[in-house]
């Protein structure tokens, strides 16, 4: 029987609900931990996210998928509380960001011990906390898919198989040499939600289509982003995102459309242009991606299919 594991436990798919599958409570580089700027903020913090996380539950939110991986912000006991607080499910993913994201001890270990830490993590927990993460962060960055980041691809895909779990990209232009890599594993492509295919940095709707007819699922995310953020020249206007979806509806691949913000509701060190608060929460991009919806003309059967059904067939573990 399939179940969802989130930092409060185990629930069963049908309690998903609306669901945004690529977010970052939390999300800061290596080291962030060490700046004492952030020490004395942590009340702060935790007001903010609990704030955005309850406007999001009015809203009709249900569930949120944390991508930000291990050693990149993820603090699985303030999550604990925004959720028990907020009543939304937060998911905690295993994993790396990209190679550039993550402290040198990770970087000379080898697939079987990558694999084994992302395994323990799914079926025991993360750290000493006992809540165990959900589904499995990959990534690259945008300097060429790295030997490093091979090898955490191929971890990933070999702990997802051994757990079940799914597993969440981060790349954009390796989006196919991930591909390829998964394919190598033997790894299932239906269990791949591959991110920022809205992403400016790489639009390529023939890509997207490409690997969701292999299998994959192309989840467009940074909806509301644009709105907040003037130098956030990653993400492409809200418009563009919705017009990328509609066409994947329209050549018949809803079967394999994701939608999320990718918002970060508290940037630890990274945004300094507003160091202490996200610009844009999760509230926010659910209010886009319904905006998006009504713009298109996307009826009620669309939203459910898109935001709560394929959710619930990837996100889970089987």
Partial sequence: MSYVNTVLGTIHPAEMGITLQHEHILWGPPGWEFDPEWWFHYPKLFQKCLADMREFRDMGGRTIVDAS?????????????????????????????????????????????????????IKVGMGNSGAKAGVVKVGNGNFGFTEYDERIHRAAARAAKRT????????????????????????????????????????????????????????YDTFSITNNWSWADYATYDDVKGDLVKAMIDAGLIDRV????????????????????????????????????????????VFKKIMIDNPREVVPIY
């Fill in 69 to 121: 991986g291990i050693n990149m912000g993820r603090d699985v006991e303030l999550y604990r509380m925004i959720s028990r607080y907020s009543g939304v499910h937060v998911v905690c993913s295993t994993g790396f960001w990209a190679g550039a994201g993550l402290y040198n001890y990770f970087r000379d270990k080898d697939i079987d011990y990558l694999e084994n830490l992302f395994v323990r993590e």
């Fill in 164 to 219: 079940g779990a799914a597993i969440i990209t981060h790349g954009v232009l390796g989006i196919r040499r991930q591909v390829e890599v998964f394919e190598d594993e033997h790894f299932d492509l239906s269990r791949v939600m591959i991110s920022h295919c809205s992403d400016n940095t790489g639009l390529d709707l023939e890509r997207d289509k490409e690997v969701a007819r292999k299998g994959a699922w192309a989840a």
């Fill in 258 to 301: 994701l939608i999320s913000a990718d918002v970060n509701l508290f940037s630890l060190g990274w945004a300094r242009s507003n160091p202490y608060s996200g610009k844009t929460t999760v509230a926010d991009g659910l209010r886009a991606i319904i905006g998006q919806f009504m713009r298109l003309g996307l009826d009620e059967s």
